[in-house]
């Protein structure tokens, strides 16, 4: 199990566990101290970046990161909330490069923009695609296009 003072709760909003894997709801401006912090106490291993979209809810997004330390054999889910207008939240590249095409892939496919990436460009679907394919919005069946005049 995981060390009750694990991060600051000055950082932390709310915490839950399920399959004995602590989840703890960050604040999303701090979000890079919560990362440096984790990284600090030897979670080297960024697993993955991924978003939920709550559409209608909000803050529409929740934007999760799975960490892993394999020192320590302990694995810590971080979660963030953002807006469905303008989501946003600060790139985790900053302290784990292995971030870079996840950030790129939740980008891609559900539109929430991680500031400060060092390139945050499609991945998946092509440059002029319009939308983001994993919104709950998003169109059944897609948008339709004319490929020959692109």
Known sequence: MLPEN????????????ALDELTLEIVPEKILEALRALKTQKFERFVSVTAVDRYPMEPRFEVVYHMQSVA???RVRLKCRATGDNPKIASATVV????NWYEREAFDLFG??????P????????DF???????RDYPVHGHKYDYKSE
């Open 96 to 99: 784990y490069a292995a971030a």
């Open 129 to 135: 695609w319009q939308g983001h394919p994993l919104r």
């Open 112 to 117: 929430i923009n991680f500031e400060g990436h």
């Open 119 to 126: 390139n945050l460009t499609r991945i998946m679907m092509p």
């Open 6 to 17: 694990l991060l600051d709760p000055s950082l932390v909003l709310n915490t839950s566990t």
């Open 72 to 74: 320590r054999n302990l």
